[in-house]
């Protein structure tokens, strides 16, 4: 559980900066920075590395993943991998609607989003989704190592294409990846503690 509280601790101190306007110098900093690396090609591909964290891409993909691992007779897996994605969705609502920060103006005439900026939502769901299927497949894998890079670098990529698109300051990605990384430390803390109704996870699992 230390992970879980170093994670809420790191995401505590930055809602309180964020309100205080204390990380708007950081956040523009960096935003502008990155701004000034945009090109036609990279814009292509953050526009496309940004659709992995969206809800239309990120539901179908959950539901055929988790199909597979009850066919696997992985139940207990799916349902896992269900609780995350569905929990960090829903605690991501009630994160943005408790801090209320507007949104930054958006790169490249991208329609504006409706919904609060803190934490960013990509960066929590792609911690949710991605970091807890990287979980599931690496336990008891001999390809553990490759499920984890995957389960890492996929999030680092959305998140940072969210920044690059202007659609969140870094921060609320910092605070994304936070929250979820609490979330699923407990999540999977539970998991443990739960009595064993269905195969347990160290089962190898072929995708």
């Given at each position: 559980?230390i992970?879980?509280l170093a994670?809420?601790?790191?995401?505590?101190?930055?809602a309180i900066e964020?309100a205080g306007?204390n990380t708007?110098?950081f956040?523009?900093a960096?935003r502008?920075?990155?701004h000034?690396?945009?090109?036609p090609?990279?814009?292509?591909?953050m526009?496309?590395?940004?659709?992995l964290?969206?809800?239309?891409f990120?539901?179908?993909?959950?539901?055929l993943l988790?199909a597979m691992?009850i066919?696997r007779?992985?139940?207990?897996?799916a349902?896992?991998?269900?609780?995350?994605?569905?929990?960090?969705e829903?605690?991501?609502?009630?994160?943005k609607?408790?801090?209320?920060?507007?949104?930054?103006?958006?790169?490249?005439?991208?329609?504006?989003?409706?919904?609060?900026?803190f934490?960013?939502?990509?960066?929590?769901?792609?911690v949710?989704f991605y970091g807890a299927?990287?979980?599931?497949?690496a336990?008891?894998?001999a390809r553990?190592?490759?499920?984890?890079?995957f389960?890492?670098?996929?999030p680092l990529?959305?998140?940072?294409?969210?920044v690059?698109l202007?659609?969140h300051?870094?921060?609320?990605?910092?605070?994304g990846y936070a929250a979820a990384?609490?979330?699923?430390?407990?999540?999977?803390?539970l998991d443990?503690?739960?009595?064993k109704?269905?195969?347990p996870?160290?089962?190898k699992?072929?995708l």
């Open positions: 559980m992970a879980a994670a809420a601790l790191f995401f505590a101190w930055l964020v306007g708007m110098g956040d523009l960096v502008g920075a990155v000034s690396w945009t090109s090609a990279l814009t292509r591909a526009r496309g590395a940004s659709e964290g969206e809800p239309g990120v539901i179908p993909l959950g539901l988790g691992l066919w007779r992985r139940a207990r897996a349902v896992t991998l269900a609780a995350a994605a569905i929990g960090g829903c605690l991501n609502a009630i994160l609607a408790s801090f209320h920060r507007a949104r930054p103006e958006a790169f490249f005439g991208l329609p504006q989003p409706e919904h609060y900026s934490p960013s939502g990509h960066a929590m769901a792609s949710c299927l990287a979980a599931i497949l336990a008891g894998s553990s190592a490759a499920y984890w890079a389960g890492i670098a996929t990529i959305i998140g940072f294409s969210r690059y202007g659609v300051y870094p921060t609320d990605v910092l605070a990384i609490a979330w699923l430390t407990i999540l999977f803390r443990r503690k739960v009595p109704a269905f195969p996870h160290n089962s699992i072929r």
